[in-house]
């Protein structure tokens, strides 16, 4: 961990900084991100609990919408053909 922070450019990138290609930004930007977020997990958690109730009602909305559909995917129906 000690090294990725070392590389650490002043604006929070990673990569260099004159580089023409954007690729050569985001990429070691993108991969050190992921190494250090794994570093750092420590299991299932919200890294903002004042959102936990937010979350919550979001989630039993999403559930109440997909049990409508789901209900309405299982009423059986009459096919009458000609």
């Known amino acids: 961990m000690d090294y990725l922070m070392s590389c650490q450019n002043a604006d929070g990138s990673w990569g260099d900084p004159e580089a023409d290609d ?47 559909r789901d209900s309405k995917r299982l009423q059986p129906t009459l096919a009458i053909y000609h």
Do not use: V
């Not at 936990?52 to 049990?67: D, V, Y």
């Open 22 to 68: 954007m690729y050569c930004r985001y990429h070691p930007t993108w991969n050190r991100y992921h190494g250090l977020r794994d570093y750092a997990w420590r299991g299932r958690r919200l890294s903002f609990p004042q959102f936990g109730p937010l979350l919550a009602c979001e989630k039993k909305q999403s559930r109440a919408i997909s049990n409508r």
